[in-house]
T-cell receptor, first 114, second 109 residues
Framework: DSGVTQTPKHLITATGQRVTLRCSPR?????VYWYQQSLDQGLQFLIQ???????AKGNILERFSAQQFPDLHSELNLSSLELGDSALYFC?????????????FGNGTRLTVT | DAKTTQPTSMDCAEGRAANLPCNHS???????VYWYRQIHSQGPQYIIH???NNETNEMASLIITEDRKSSTLILPHATLRDTAVYYC??????????FGAGTRLTVKP
């Protein structure tokens, strides 16, 4: 158990809808990362937050947004959903202290768009 | 961050050591080498990381060449549960982590 909690585990919704994925980082971790993994693509980095502030952006679509709250949990919002958004969405957290700290991943949310 | 090159797939006999290579010829002095694995559709699992020196933990050993242009992850006694995709990643400080295609390791009885 990595200590990173993602909810829900599974989500089925229709095209055009909006969903929110939630992530609780490990205790003490200040940084949160979001990744997308679809069948035909590998793990794609979406966005990183550190202590509530956006730190880095990857291939995140404009229809997607995220935030990190004062209690350090994070939410990924996906709107105007398309069939191609069906994927596993992973959250990871790290301490983000000096030097290099590993990312620890949750077990993901499986999103199915029908 | 530097790019990495890994074999697409490898096989290993159960009980034998699995040696997974990774090339990172453009690595810079401050970039760390990380290894993760992903079993089926679970979240990637952290294995080990290092900068220059060889590292060992309860899961694996990481051997980094002196010029740091390549590394090898060693699973000393592979079991069937080690069957997974293994990712070698080069990362600068606490930047985000970018995953490549990895090596699909199959441990056979």
């Amino acid at each position: 158990d990595s200590g990173v909690t993602q909810t829900p585990k599974h989500l089925i919704t229709a095209t055009g809808q909006r969903v929110t994925l939630r992530c609780s980082p490990r205790s003490g971790d200040l940084s949160v990362y979001w990744y997308q993994q679809s069948l035909d693509q590998g793990l794609q980095f979406l966005i990183q937050y550190y202590n509530g502030e956006e730190r880095a952006k990857g291939n995140i679509l404009e229809r997607f947004s995220a935030q990190q709250f004062p209690d350090l949990h994070s939410e990924l919002n996906l709107s105007s959903l398309e069939l191609g958004d069906s994927a596993l969405y992973f959250c990871a957290s790290s301490v983000f202290d000096r030097g290099n700290s590993p990312l620890h991943f949750g077990n993901g949310t499986r999103l199915t768009v029908t | 961050d530097a790019k990495t090159t890994q074999p697409t797939s490898m096989d290993c006999a159960e009980g034998r050591a699995a040696n997974l290579p990774c090339n990172h010829s453009t690595i810079s002095g401050n970039e760390y080498v990380y290894w993760y694995r992903q079993i089926h559709s679970q979240g990637p699992q952290y294995i080990i990381h290092g900068l220059k020196n060889n590292e060992t933990n309860e899961m694996a050993s990481l051997i980094i060449t002196e010029d740091r242009k390549s590394s090898t992850l060693i699973l000393p006694h592979a079991t069937l549960r080690d069957t997974a995709v293994y990712y070698c990643i080069v990362r600068f400080n606490n930047n985000d982590m970018r995953f490549g295609a990895g090596t699909r390791l199959t441990v056979k009885p």
